[in-house]
Structures are given as C-alpha cells and as structure tokens.
C-alpha cells in the first residue's frame, strides 16, 4: 500500500469505479464519498461499497486527498472543468481519470490549479460486480503521469492488484484504439458466431426442447484455444478455410451466412478479407487462390445469388 491510506473520492460510481473503489478499500485507503447518478450506480456502491455514502461531485472532490474519475470519456473534459472551475479541486490534491482514450491533456484545467494529475487505465472489461475483483490481480494499467507523481502511481497500481504500463502522452488514444479493436470487437464477433451456431438448432428437427448445438458450450474451447495460440504465436495461429485456400468451402459459407444471418455477412466478409490479406503477404496462399476466394468476397453483396456461375 501507499506509504500513507489516502482519503479516496469517487466521480462516476459506474462498473469501473465502483470496483476500483472497492479494490483500494481492502488495500487500506479510505473511500471518503461516491457519486453516481443512475439506479444501477447506487446499487454497485451499495453492494461493493457498504458504508460509503454519496454525495454530487463537487462535494466528493472537497472531501478526498484522491480524486478518481471514472466517468465516460466524452464526459470527463467537462467534468475536469466543472470541478476546477467551481474550486472543488485543489493545490496539492491527486487527481486521476480512467480513460484509455486520455492522457493527461484533458487534466489540464485540475494542474492549473495546482493538482497532480495522472492517467490510470486498467486494460479489463468489467461486469461491476464482486466478480471483478479477482481479475484486477495481475491486470495491465496503461498509465501516464509527469514523474513527480510517478511513485504514487507504481503504489496505487500494486494496491488495485495489477502492474503498471507507461503510455507516452501522444499514444494514448493509439493505446486505448488497440485494446477497444482486440476485446470490444471480440465481443461483437463471438455473440454473431453464437446467433450463427443458434440457427444450427432453429433449422433442425428433433423432438420440442432439443437443443442440437449449444453455441456457448460449442465455442468456448475453440475460442479459447484459439486466443491463447493467437496470443503465443500471432498470425502463425491462424487455421481454416483462408489459409488452406478453400475456395469452395468460403463461397459455401458465404451463402449460407447470407440466407440464415444476413446481419453477420459484412463482418465475415471484412474479417475473411482481413485474414486473406494477412496470409498472402506472408506467402503462405498462392496468388491464385487468394484472387479466387478474394473475388468471392468482393461480391458477397452483390444482389446475383453467390451459387450462381460466376467469372472468378
């Protein structure tokens, strides 16, 4: 812990407040205030923060020696600002924001005023409950801060559990564009791939009640196989039909996506286009493959059915 328990103020008591909150509590801090405006915010510090009462931020920013922001990033300028201009924050006062977008340019109305200011991301998806707190264990930060307060944000990071990443300044959004591609697009992928394993089972017969595939169970190894490979050995992980060059088998695919998910059609095509690009720049797909299945994708969309003969 910080050589000293600070006096912890709260601004956004959302999923990542709430549980950050909750974490530097069991490491000793003293968690003074929150503000949360929603139903769901009072209800996330009243199970993670029992005790802990609430208050508007301009009475959470007096009242601590750490103020944390946990606000959504289009929000958090106008936050800063409102809380400096109004002489909520102080000289002297740490200031700190969540955002992975920002760094500390967006801080700059509290360091006018004399606070110390720093950025501290944790690289996690929350849920905003109990379940997060074992998972901050050993969690990236992306962090950034002037080196006076460089320290203090080495020590807050070891007490949330995790272990610090030092972001330059003109990186940050480049950071945050990495992490939000990689974890919130994966979120998206995989809830198409269940509603494309889910018509497995509508289109089947069977007695009321069965389920033929269950899209969870189906995908669960395979995707997590398949990240820890992805993980360990980048692009040399990838498997299926574009690096084996299975023309046929991506125009089968690309016909039945189409009549069963037509939602799903553009990201297959964008994500299959995006792998065939990968694997015939490092060679391992003949030219003449790669232009076959790459034609295929290209009229994906094209109002002709795909079974249909086409020139490739």
């Known amino acids: 812990m910080t050589a000293t328990p600070l006096r912890v103020g709260v601004v956004g008591a959302g999923r990542v407040g709430s549980v950050l909150a909750a974490r530097l509590r069991a490491a000793g801090h003293e968690i003074v205030t929150v503000a949360g405006e929603s139903d769901a915010s009072r209800g996330r510090a009243a199970a993670l923060l029992p005790g802990v009462p609430m ?5 959470v920013a007096r009242a601590c020696d750490l103020l944390l922001l946990t606000v959504p990033d289009d929000m958090l300028a106008n936050v800063v600002a409102m809380l400096s201009a109004s002489g909520a924050i102080r000289e002297g006062q740490y200031v700190a924001h969540t955002s992975g977008r920002h760094g500390l340019d967006v801080l700059a109305p509290a360091a006018e005023v004399g606070a110390r200011v720093l950025a501290l991301h944790p690289a996690m998806t929350f849920t905003g409950t109990e379940v997060d707190l074992p998972r901050l264990g050993g969690c990236v ?3 950034t801060a002037d080196e006076g307060e460089r320290a203090l944000t080495e020590s807050l990071v070891a007490d949330l559990g995790g272990r610090p990443m030092w972001v330059p300044e003109d ?7 990495g992490l939000a591609h990689g974890a919130n697009h994966l979120v998206t992928l995989v809830a198409q791939a269940m509603e494309l394993l889910s018509a497995v089972s509508e289109g089947a017969g069977g007695a009321d009640g069965d389920m033929v595939v269950d899209p969870a169970a189906t995908l ?4 997590t196989a398949a990240l820890d490979n992805a993980l360990a050995q980048g692009d040399s992980a990838l498997t299926g039909p574009i690096v084996r060059g299975d023309v046929e088998t991506v125009r089968a695919h690309l016909i039945e996506v189409a009549a069963n998910a037509p939602h799903t059609l553009a990201s297959y095509v964008a994500m299959a286009r995006a792998t065939l690009d990968r694997v015939v720049t490092d060679g391992r797909l003949l030219p003449i493959r790669a232009a076959r299945i790459a034609a295929l994708l290209d009229a994906a969309e094209d109002p002709a059915p795909l079974d249909e003969p086409r020139p490739l």
Do not use: I
Not at 55 to 59: E, L, N, Q, R, Y
């Open 220 to 223: 669960r190894p395979l995707l």
């Open 171 to 177: 990186r940050r959004t480049l950071y945050h564009a």
């Open 55 to 59: 208050a508007k931020p301009s009475a």
């Open 141 to 143: 930060f992306g962090v």
